[in-house]
């Protein structure tokens, strides 16, 4: 197949003046080279498209392709997720992972909350802080972790991010809400464990890839998965493969995950995010239905390296995932 691949290059972003901050989710230029690689490796035939704008320039002079390979990000907005799907949609061009409606809601993790609520799974209370002169709304007690509504990639996250007194709330909160311009998700704070898990397929054909347990090491921002720590998880952040027979937790949260995929509506690959309470109990926190694909830096690919599943294998099975679910009557394209 010819393969468009769509993206934001961080380094793009940095020379026209945008902040390490601003740019955090956007992809490093050796993803782009290990994607672009592996596509070609498997018989492919990749073609460099790059950011929102550039697809549309790519589309007005008249290029196609059989298939998009979409990790494009997008810069403004909370439908910034969902920009690139909509434009390949108008022209009814397939691509890979969610599409528009999924990578709106998904992005605004409150409203996820509410529907994974609705559908009877685990996840903690929640309020949408809009400015501090709420904080006395929220209606349940400290202690709480705060973060910004709709980031990824830990952003706005640092062990301020936990609040024990309610009065101590004021001056982080307002912080995030200058710095991202956004609402504050104010949760209950659990002291316990941290999965995340990967899934691969989409509908009855999804399933869990794999849970790692996350562990902060001496030298990391104690007690949060934060910007800091992943960005710097080489070094204070250990990972071990976990297995739902051997603990109830696990079996636990990937069935809250696998449900939670399939009730979102997410498609071909992705990450769900699990912390749990003092009693060990798991709770759904949020989904990446777009998870980074760094060969060694990201969490998903992380977790296939834990389970033998070579690079290459995965992006062959999201290649594969999103074929078939665009052409459901034949076997994967090749």
């Known amino acids: 197949m010819k393969i468009g691949m769509t993206y934001d290059l961080q380094s793009e972003y940095l020379k026209k003046g945008y902040s390490l901050d601003e740019t955090a989710e956007f992809d490093r230029d050796d ?71 999924v990578m709106s809601l998904t992005l605004h993790k409150a409203m996820t909350k509410r529907i994974i609520r609705d559908a009877g799974l685990a996840t903690t209370d929640f309020y949408l802080l809009e400015s501090v002169t709420d904080a006395g709304n929220i209606h349940f007690d400290p202690p709480w972790f705060i973060k910004p509504v709709s980031e990824g990639t830990g952003k706005g996250i640092s062990p301020h991010s936990i609040i024990r007194r309610r009065k101590d709330l004021e001056i982080p909160a307002q912080a995030l809400l200058s710095r991202y311009r956004q609402p504050v998700l104010v949760e ?71 449900c939670a995929w399939r009730v979102l509506g997410c498609r071909d690959a992705g990450r769900i995010d699990i912390r749990c309470d003092e009693k060990s109990r798991p709770f759904f926190m949020e989904v990446n239905p777009m998870a980074g694909l760094h060969p060694e830096h990201s969490d998903l690919p992380i977790i296939c390296g834990l389970i033998g599943l070579p690079y290459i294998r995965l992006i062959e099975m999201i290649v594969n995932s999103s074929a078939v679910r665009c052409n459901p009557f034949t076997d994967a394209i090749k």
């Not at 790519?58 to 403004?76: K, P, Q, T």
Request: aromatic share 8%; with cysteine; charged share 25%.
């Open 31 to 101: 993803t782009i080279d290990a994607i672009e690689k592996v596509l070609a490796d498997l018989g492919h035939e990749p073609a460099r498209i790059g950011n929102a704008e550039n697809l549309i320039q790519h589309l007005s002079a008249g290029d196609r392709w059989d298939l998009v390979f979409n990790i494009a990000e997008g810069l403004h907005g909370i439908g910034r997720e969902a920009q690139v799907p909509a434009i390949l949609e108008v022209f009814d061009i397939p691509y890979t992972f969610s599409d528009p409606l």
């Open 188 to 258: 209950p704070y659990l002291p316990g464990r941290e999965f995340t898990m990967g899934i691969i397929g989409t509908g009855k054909e999804a399933k869990v890839l794999g849970t790692m347990e996350v562990h902060l090491l001496s030298g990391a921002e104690p007690g949060v998965y934060s910007y800091a720590n992943k960005e710097n998880s080489e070094a204070v952040v250990r990972y071990s493969l976990l297995k739902p027979g051997d603990d109830p937790a696990v079996k636990t949260a990937e069935e809250i995950c696998l």
